[in-house]
């Protein structure tokens, strides 16, 4: 009998090519990790999201992810709102300057300006594994870890997915990355993550302009 878990397929197909995303990863878990955060770029990738649209941040732990969240999206929205003259610290370079005046530049090239990103990001997933050991340790990094990273949307307005695994055995978390020992090796919740993150992108863009 097939499962009755795993999400219903999205009643549309969203197209992720305008799409900023970001993806932070703990370190905890490594080979785990590994596999979700490669499942989730090939989702992203295979929904249309750029290459040059996928930024990815790692931190120690799950417990940072939330922090580490807050900052990339405020940081998403500083780039955006960058413009050259920010990025070159307001100096005067260019003619008519006084090549003598203090703070001049006209007698040195001018620094390369790389283009900055245009748009802040559409959604963050958080990716971070815990598995139960013998200390209460795991349950109050699950708990305090999905309601801070809850907080961070809703204070945002930024989706961020729960990429998250809460797992009680190794095992249980190698399946949930689709690298299971046995004979099933599992299903890679990452391309979930990657799929929620899309569509919830979408879903904000539409309803930030009163589209429904």
């Not at 939330?66 to 413009?83: D, E, F, H, R, V």
């Not at 594994?129 to 109050?140: A, N, P, W």
Request: net charge neutral.
């Amino acid at each position: 009998m097939s499962s009755l878990k795993g999400p219903a397929p999205a009643p549309t197909n969203f197209d992720g090519s305008q799409l900023r995303v970001a993806i932070v990863h703990s370190r905890w878990n490594k080979t785990v990790i590994d596999a979700l955060v490669t499942g989730t770029i090939a989702k992203l990738r295979e929904q249309g999201v750029k290459e040059s649209n996928i930024v990815i941040q790692s931190v120690p732990g799950s417990f940072e992810l939330p922090l580490a969240c807050q900052k990339i999206i405020a940081g998403g929205n500083a780039q955006a709102g960058a413009t050259a003259t920010d990025l070159l610290g307001g100096l005067s370079i260019g003619f008519g300057a006084n090549p003598l005046s203090p703070g001049s530049r006209s007698s040195t090239p001018a620094p390369a300006v790389t283009n900055m990103p245009s748009q802040p990001f559409d959604a963050v997933i958080a990716i971070g594994v815990l598995i139960k050991g013998s200390t209460m340790h795991f349950e109050y990094i699950c708990e305090s870890v999905s309601h801070a990273l809850m907080r961070v949307q809703l204070d945002t307005g930024v989706p961020v997915i729960f990429g998250v695994l809460t797992a009680l055995t190794d095992d249980q978390a190698l399946e949930r990355a689709g690298i299971g020992r046995g004979e099933n090796k599992g299903h890679n919740h990452g391309e979930d993550w990657a799929s929620a993150a899309v569509e919830m992108a979408s879903h904000s863009r539409r309803w930030r302009d009163g589209k429904f």
